[in-house]
T-cell receptor, first 112, second 113 residues
Framework: GENVEQHPSTLSVQEGDSAVIKCTYS??????FPWYKQELGKRPQLIID?????GEKKDQRIAVTLNKTAKHFSLHITETQPEDSAVYFC???????????FGQGTELSVKP | EAGVAQSPRYKIIEKRQSVAFWCNPI?????LYWYQQILGQGPKLLIQ????????DSQLPKDRFSAERLKGVDSTLKIQPAKLEDSAVYLC???????????FGPGTRLTVL
């Protein structure tokens, strides 16, 4: 079945530095790739997503890139701030409105 | 726009007891999902409804878990009897017919002792 691997599991950066989180997926038919941010004890919140017909998408300090050939996608956060500290999950899905297959999560810590 | 509502927020039970969780999706959202999130892991889908029909329940432990969405709006997830390994956060999410975006509720944290 579909599987999503996410690395690293933990990431510590200094405020102002960039952070990169990488995910690989197993099913080449996957066509939608969202990223969720989950603060401690709170719900996952969508921060950015990308579809398989697009290679890159940006929204202010965050960007996502997709390499369909290699079956991997990455989250890039620039000019990190302490409030970016959270667990980030990547996910993939085969069909519109279908179930999300989540990665294992990356705990990002931004030190002031 | 009101978000996905869930209750209760926390529940502590003894093993072999029963428990039920409730979810009210965003108004007008036809698709409703129940995910299980074990500590330190990503959410895992238990069951997906489209209106009041089941689309995917392949990972639902049907010997102890059940879910329903009788009127195509709110939904309940039940565990009977609970096991220690059921300790997790149970997240409900919903999406409309026209987008992939899933919006999550605050979750119910279940502790089985």
């Amino acid at each position: 079945g579909e599987n999503v691997e996410q690395h690293p599991s933990t990431l510590s950066v200094q405020e102002g530095d960039s952070a990169v989180i990488k995910c690989t997926y197993s099913d080449s038919a996957s066509n939608y790739f969202p990223w969720y941010k989950q603060e401690l004890g709170k719900r996952p919140q969508l921060i950015i997503d990308i579809r398989s017909n697009v290679g890159e998408k940006k929204d202010q300090r965050i960007a996502v890139t997709l390499n369909k050939t290699a079956k991997h996608f990455s989250l890039h956060i620039t000019e990190t701030q302490p409030e970016d500290s959270a667990v980030y999950f990547c996910a993939a899905t085969l069909n519109q409105g279908g179930k999300l297959i989540f990665g294992q999560g990356t705990e990002l810590s931004v030190k002031p | 726009e009101a978000g996905v509502a869930q209750s209760p927020r926390y529940k502590i039970i003894e093993k072999r007891q029963s428990v039920a969780f409730w979810c009210n999706p965003i108004s007008g959202h036809a698709t409703l999902y129940w995910y299980q999130q074990i500590l330190g892991q990503g959410p895992k889908l238990l069951i997906q409804f489209q209106n009041n029909g089941v689309v995917d329940d392949s990972q639902l432990p049907k010997d102890r878990f059940s879910a329903e969405r009788l009127k195509g709006v709110d939904s309940t997830l039940k565990i009977q009897p609970a096991k220690l390994e059921d300790s997790a956060v149970y997240l409900c999410a919903s999406s409309s017919d026209y987008t992939d975006t899933q919006y999550f509720g605050p979750g119910t944290r279940l502790t089985v002792l």
